[in-house]
């Protein structure tokens, strides 16, 4: 079965980076969407990056110029650099995949079982 496993969260000051990985399983998704959403406590989970195919990326206004999505095909492992963190990012992240390359914004098939990403004032 399709299994996605996120890592690289942690607890950081605002200003740092931190890159998350999100290493799939079970299935290979090298051009099909891949994507990151967030759930901050007692919010809905939010959408903040996506990529389809290896280059093309879509991104929340709110991460935006901040936030990097990349792959690597070969690892089936995609990643989410995460510069200029600041504390309203603090949130469980996660990843998602799915198999059709409509919609990098959702609805998406699997997803992980979540990352924490605390950022300190």
């Known amino acids: 079965q399709v299994q996605l496993v996120e890592s690289g969260g942690g607890l950081v000051q605002a200003g740092d980076s931190l890159r998350l990985s999100c290493a799939a399983s079970?299935?290979?998704?090298?051009?099909?969407?891949m994507g990151w959403f967030r759930q901050a406590p007692g919010k809905e989970r939010e959408f903040e990056a996506a990529?389809?195919?290896?280059?093309?990326?879509y991104y929340a206004d709110s991460v935006k110029g901040r936030f990097t999505i990349s792959r690597d095909t070969a690892k089936n492992t995609v990643y989410l650099q995460m510069n200029s963190l600041k504390p309203e990012d603090t949130a469980v992240y996660y990843c998602?995949?799915?198999?059709?390359?409509?919609?990098?914004?959702?609805?998406?098939?699997?997803w992980g079982q979540g990352t924490q990403v605390t950022v300190s004032s």
């Open positions: 998602a995949a799915k198999m059709s390359v409509v919609g990098p914004r959702g609805p998406y098939d699997y």
């Open positions: 079970g299935r290979t998704f090298s051009n099909y969407p």
């Open positions: 990529i389809i195919w290896a280059t093309d990326t």
